[in-house]
């Protein structure tokens, strides 16, 4: 059979997929440089010369049915890192580099020695504060097995895993802070935070680990179960950067403030709340 050129089989696949796809050409060119072991933009660089692989039309298909493209690839970019991801974990998206951007605001004149990735999931947050900051150390807990593998194999990877050190371990469980060994100068998390009642897209709802996506009836419970702990963790001067849900300041807000912290709201790139910092008085 002969080969689709590669820019024919681009412009079918993005008319294929923007039924389930807001950004379906770019789907279809992660796809295509995926399957064909190119860096993307080299791959656009010498698309008219280039004929799409054999395997393309079936990833195509996979993204048809709501499989999120970093599922079918295994990668997602985040901050400046590139890490693995496979359905045990939640894919890093760009909201929650507002995290990274509130830790770098914060140390812009000295670096934490101790960091905290509560949830760790993938990595993603601690490994991109270790990027961030050189020096720095730093633990994630997760209380998925699953989930630790991914994010020590992309530690090891990316070479953090020397500065890395991931646990299995559960907020919900008695003592869970206390077998830490605090204290840390930045305390990073993003919990499961949506509603039990919410309706998700498919591509979230059907393919990413619903632990780590809900939180009960009003998506605040991991929250109530972590900040009363913050000022126990968290070392003098340091900070706590939780993830929220955009209509979830002022809940969480007011969960630090009973906790005697001091809270400040991060906008993300589309004037969203989306970062709650927590500060010692």
């Not at 179960?225 to 807000?253: C, N, R, T, Y």
């Amino acid at each position: 059979m002969d080969k689709k050129p590669l820019p024919v089989a681009l412009r079918e696949a993005t008319a294929a997929l923007e039924s389930v796809s807001e950004t379906a050409r770019l789907d279809a060119e992660l796809l295509a440089a995926h399957v064909m072991g190119m860096e993307r933009m080299d791959m656009l660089a010498r698309m008219a010369d280039l004929d799409a692989a054999d395997e393309f039309d079936a990833m195509v298909a996979r993204r048809m049915a709501d499989e999120p493209v970093a599922y079918i690839t295994g990668a997602q970019a985040f901050w400046d890192i590139e890490l693995a991801v496979t359905p045990d974990v939640l894919i890093p998206r760009s909201d929650s580099e507002t995290l990274i951007e509130a830790a770098e605001e914060y140390f812009a004149d000295r670096q934490p020695n101790r960091i905290l990735d509560l949830g760790t999931g993938s990595g993603a947050l601690l490994l991109a504060a270790l990027s961030l900051f050189p020096n720095a150390r730093g633990i994630g807990i997760d209380a998925s097995e699953a989930a630790l593998a991914v994010a020590l194999g992309n530690a090891t990877r990316l070479g953090f895993a020397p500065r890395t050190e991931m646990r299995e371990q559960s907020w919900l469980k008695t003592g869970w802070a206390d077998k830490l060994g605090g204290p840390f100068d930045l305390i990073l998390c993003n919990p499961p935070y949506v509603e039990d009642s919410a309706q998700l897209e498919p591509m979230v709802a059907e393919y990413e680990p619903h632990d780590a996506l809900f939180a009960g009836a009003d998506g605040l419970s991991d929250y109530s179960a972590v900040i009363p702990f913050v000022s126990q963790l968290m070392a003098d001067g340091g900070i706590a950067l939780f993830e929220i849900g955009h209509e979830q300041a002022q809940a969480v807000s007011k969960l630090a403030a009973d906790s005697g912290l001091v809270a400040s709201v991060h906008r993300d790139l589309s004037a969203k709340p989306r970062c709650v910092a927590m500060i010692k008085p």
